[in-house]
């Protein structure tokens, strides 16, 4: 019998893919939105509100019902940190079979230039960071699966991401402006997230896992790629924001790899050919 998998956020650009990705795979899919978004295959599900989200028997949930974009989480303060946890609380008394909940590597912080391994300490910077500590802990008390990822990419991620900025910039004129060019990050091809996901749902893998390349590239050198993939190699590239200290976050994924047999399959070079051929 095919496992049924609730989705949360299912409206949005990566959990669309996911529903595509578990669907795919032989599950039957509950999309859950607040958006009017029906997604081909699956059963769609809109909500005012998630806590209403539905819970059929046996039925596997991956929470992806969050904001992004730290920004957002740190101007809604202290009562961002009660959300949060609050509706996580809410999906687990639903009583469902196992839960996956997308977190972020952002729990560790970014003072550290090697790859964080899953048993490293967290050092949350903010509000953002401590959230996703509540709601984790949430979890794992439940025995479901904390998914930390690395930075996701792709198409939709919209505007605010070093890799949607950068991108979008290779349409203007003068030198291509980036904040923190010695930044160190792992550039997560959003399609190979989704397939970690899925494969995390499926398996119903317990713990804490990192859904990541292990690769670390600075903003720099992804800048520079991009404009040598749009044809713009020797543009300058301008350093608005250059910090003295470092600031480096890559997640290792062998434990993911060993547990589930994913891994990501997309270069950063892939990626960004993929993403520049679809600028308008």
């Given at each position: 019998?095919?496992?049924?998998?609730?989705?949360?956020?299912?409206?949005?650009?990566l959990?669309?893919?996911?529903?595509?990705?578990?669907?795919?795979?032989?599950?039957?899919?509950?999309?859950?939105?607040?958006?009017?978004?029906?997604?081909?295959?699956?059963?769609?599900?809109?909500?005012?509100d998630?806590?209403?989200?539905?819970?059929?028997?046996g039925?596997?949930?991956?929470h992806?019902?969050?904001?992004?974009?730290?920004?957002?989480?740190?101007?809604?303060?202290?009562?961002?940190?009660?959300?949060?946890?609050?509706?996580?609380?809410?999906?687990?008394?639903?009583g469902y079979?196992h839960?996956?909940?997308?977190?972020?590597?952002?729990?560790?912080?970014?003072?550290?230039?090697l790859?964080?391994?899953?048993?490293d300490?967290?050092?949350?910077?903010?509000?953002?960071?401590?959230?996703k500590?509540?709601?984790?802990?949430?979890?794992?008390a439940?025995?479901?699966?904390v998914?930390?990822l690395?930075?996701?990419?792709?198409?939709?991620?919209g505007?605010?991401?070093?890799?949607?900025?950068?991108?979008?910039?290779?349409?203007?004129?003068?030198?291509?402006?980036?904040?923190?060019?010695?930044?160190?990050?792992?550039?997560?091809?959003?399609?190979?997230?989704?397939?970690?996901?899925?494969?995390?749902?499926?398996?119903?893998?317990?713990?804490?896992?990192?859904?990541?390349?292990g690769?670390?590239?600075?903003?720099r050198h992804?800048?520079?790629?991009?404009?040598?993939?749009?044809?713009?190699?020797?543009r300058?590239?301008?350093?608005?924001?250059p910090?003295?200290?470092?600031?480096?976050?890559?997640?290792?994924?062998?434990?993911?790899?060993?547990?589930?047999?994913?891994?990501?399959?997309?270069?950063?070079?892939?990626?960004?050919?993929r993403?520049?051929?679809?600028?308008?």
């Open positions: 019998m095919a496992p049924v998998v609730v989705v949360t956020g299912a409206g949005g650009w959990g669309r893919r996911l529903c595509i990705a578990l669907a795919a795979s032989g599950a039957e899919v509950v999309a859950v939105s607040r958006r009017a978004n029906e997604i081909k295959g699956c059963e769609f599900y809109r909500v005012g998630y806590g209403e989200t539905p819970a059929p028997a039925a596997r949930l991956v992806l019902a969050e904001t992004a974009s730290i920004a957002e989480a740190e101007t809604a303060g202290e009562k961002y940190l009660e959300t949060v946890p609050a509706l996580l609380r809410t999906l687990l008394q639903k079979d839960t996956v909940y997308a977190s972020s590597g952002v729990v560790y912080g970014d003072a550290t230039a790859p964080h391994g899953i048993d300490p967290v050092r949350p910077a903010g509000i953002y960071g401590r959230a500590l509540a709601a984790e802990a949430q979890v794992l439940s025995g479901g699966t998914a930390r690395s930075n996701i990419y792709g198409p939709g991620t505007r605010g991401t070093v890799v949607s900025d950068i991108v979008e910039r290779l349409a203007c004129d003068g030198p291509l402006r980036i904040g923190n060019g010695g930044a160190v990050r792992d550039f997560l091809w959003c399609d190979d997230a989704a397939r970690g996901l899925a494969a995390l749902a499926l398996g119903a893998i317990g713990g804490i896992v990192h859904l990541s390349t690769i670390g590239t600075p903003v992804l800048a520079e790629r991009a404009l040598a993939l749009a044809g713009q190699a020797g300058p590239i301008l350093e608005m924001d910090l003295d200290r470092i600031s480096a976050l890559v997640l290792d994924p062998t434990a993911t790899t060993k547990a589930c047999g994913w891994r990501a399959e997309t270069t950063l070079d892939d990626g960004l050919s993403l520049i051929g679809a600028r308008p």
